[in-house]
């Protein structure tokens, strides 16, 4: 079975710094897609970034980036220029290329704070 | 861009109630996705639909009921309302299967409250 791990259920950064949220996954299918969403107080999920297994280069999306280390497991977020809009609860989460439905399992998430 | 849009953003019920929850995917995507999410849990998967037809289920009560139309909306029916149902229900779209992102873009959520 899939899993998603977040050991960090909260982190502080201060605005303009750089900040990694971690992100450590488990399965044993061959082909799979990783994503990281960001849902504000307000209660909407936003799509950040996305890493497909076989992607041979990190993601990256404006200030977003991926850390995939395949042989690790890890699929790490790191927000470079903190900006105070970027407080908010971060969710990894895994889905099953093949699976027709393909729905995605999530993490525990990761409250982040962003100090000024 | 269009996204997802989902009606109504706000529902209370009482208990024992039925409540229906509304989703348009964004244009030309196919396949709906439902998460319920508790407070301060994780999204959970209940179920989606592919064309029209159940793709894949997940822990959704034998209460709910979805179905997805030809129009590709999709409506979630749940039925004898429970304080445990009270979430935030996501629903979220993808382009065609068989593209290896099909990254699925959510709606603003329906937060349902069961007094």
């Known amino acids: 079975a899939q899993k998603i791990t977040q050991t960090q259920p909260g982190m502080f950064v201060q605005e303009k710094e750089a900040v990694t949220l971690d992100c450590t996954y488990d399965?044993?299918?061959?082909?799979?897609?990783l994503f990281w969403y960001k849902q504000p107080s307000s209660g909407e999920m936003i799509f950040l970034i996305y890493q497909g297994s076989y992607d041979q280069q990190n993601a990256t999306e404006g200030r977003y980036s991926l850390n995939f280390q395949k042989a690790r497991k890890s699929a790490n977020l790191v927000i470079s220029a903190s900006q105070l809009g970027d407080s908010a609860m971060y969710f990894c989460?895994?889905?099953?290329?093949?699976?027709?439905?393909?729905?995605?399992?999530f993490g525990q998430g990761t409250e982040l704070s962003v100090k000024p | 861009a269009a996204g997802v849009i989902q009606s109504p953003r706000h529902l209370i019920k009482e208990k024992r109630e039925t409540a229906t929850l509304k989703c348009y995917p964004i244009p030309r995507h196919d396949t709906v996705y439902w998460y319920q999410q508790g407070p301060g849990q994780d999204p959970q998967f209940l179920i989606s639909?592919?064309?029209?037809?159940?793709?894949d289920k997940g822990s959704i009560p034998d209460r709910f009921s979805a179905q997805q139309f030809s129009d590709y909306h999709s409506e979630l029916n749940m039925s004898s309302l429970e304080l445990g149902d009270s979430a935030l229900y996501f629903c979220a779209s993808s382009s065609p299967q068989g593209t290896e992102e099909n990254i699925q873009y959510f709606g603003a959520g329906t937060r349902l409250s069961v007094l």
């Open positions: 639909f592919y064309e029209k037809m159940q793709s």
């Open positions: 989460a895994m889905r099953d290329v093949y699976n027709q439905g393909g729905k995605l399992i």
């Open positions: 399965t044993s299918d061959p082909s799979y897609g």
